[in-house]
C-alpha cells in the first residue's frame, strides 16, 4: 500500500489577513478624524465686526467695521469677510456695536427705501435712546399761540442715526435727533414740523397702555343667579 505523504501548509502571513488589514484602516481612519477636527478648532478665520453702531440705510465702509480672528467653521461664510468689503455696500438692517456683520445684513442702496432726517425733541430724550435704537415718533400738534391739541404717533418705527444734544444751552431741553425712516412718512413729518408741532421720541421696545373700561361689578341678584345655575 503506498502511503502518501501530506504537505502542511505554510502559515498565512499575518499582514495578508484582511481583518488585520481592515484595522488599520480604522485606526488610521480615526487618527486623522481627530487631526482634523482638532486642527478645524485650531483654525481661525477674519471677519468683519461693527466698530459702532450701523443704522439702515448707511452706507458701509471700512472706517465702520473691524477685523476680528474668529473660530466659526463653515458658519463664518454667513457673515462678511475682509476681502468681499467693496464700495457701495449699504446696511439693510440695524447692526450693533460688535456685532459680526451678516452678509444678509448688506446691501444696495436699491434694496432699501430709507432716509434720514431730524426732528427736534420737545423733552429731553430718555437715556436708553442712543444710536441704533428703535423708536416711534410721537407729535402734539399746535392748535394756536401755545396751545397744543392731543398726541398722536406718526412714525411707528424709526431708527435713531445720532442724537445731538447742546449742552451750551442749558435752558433749553430737548435734543436734535437724526432718525432713519421710511419715504413714505417723509411728508407727514415734514408737515408736522413745518407747523410747529411738538416732538417727542419713545423707544419702540415700551408697550403702550390701552385703556380699557372697567366692568361693571355684579350685582347680588346677578351673583345670585350665576351660583343658582352653577
Not at 467653521?73 to 439693510?92: F, I, Q, W
Not at 408741532?197 to 390701552?210: E, G, L, T
Amino acid at each position: 500500500m503506498a502511503s502518501s505523504t501530506r504537505v502542511a501548509g505554510r502559515p498565512r502571513p499575518v499582514w495578508l489577513d484582511m481583518r488585520f488589514l481592515i484595522g488599520i484602516v480604522l485606526v488610521v481612519a480615526s487618527a486623522l478624524g481627530v487631526w482634523a477636527v482638532v486642527h478645524a478648532a485650531r483654525t481661525t478665520q477674519p471677519v468683519l465686526a461693527a466698530a459702532h453702531a450701523i443704522v439702515p440705510g448707511q452706507v458701509v465702509t471700512a472706517a465702520d467695521l473691524v477685523e476680528l480672528e474668529t473660530r466659526l467653521g463653515d458658519a463664518g461664510e454667513r457673515y462678511l469677510a475682509p476681502e468681499s468689503l467693496s464700495s457701495g455696500m449699504v446696511a439693510t438692517r440695524s447692526i450693533s456695536a460688535g456685532e459680526l456683520v451678516p452678509v444678509s445684513a448688506i446691501g444696495t442702496g436699491d434694496d432699501v427705501d430709507l432716509t434720514t432726517l431730524v426732528v427736534r425733541s420737545a423733552l429731553d430724550v430718555p437715556a436708553g435712546i442712543v444710536a441704533g435704537s428703535a423708536i416711534e415718533l410721537w407729535a402734539t400738534p399746535l392748535t394756536g399761540p401755545g396751545q397744543y391739541g392731543e398726541p398722536v404717533v406718526i412714525v411707528t418705527h424709526a431708527i435713531v442715526a445720532e442724537v445731538r444734544t447742546d449742552e451750551s444751552m442749558v435752558s433749553r431741553a430737548g435734543a436734535d435727533l437724526e432718525v432713519v425712516v421710511s419715504r413714505d412718512v417723509v411728508g407727514i413729518v415734514l408737515e408736522h414740523v413745518a407747523g410747529g408741532s411738538a416732538m417727542s421720541a419713545v423707544p419702540a421696545s415700551v408697550p403702550r397702555v390701552i385703556d380699557e373700561e372697567p366692568e361693571e361689578a355684579e350685582g347680588p341678584e346677578e351673583a345670585e343667579r350665576e351660583e343658582q345655575a352653577s
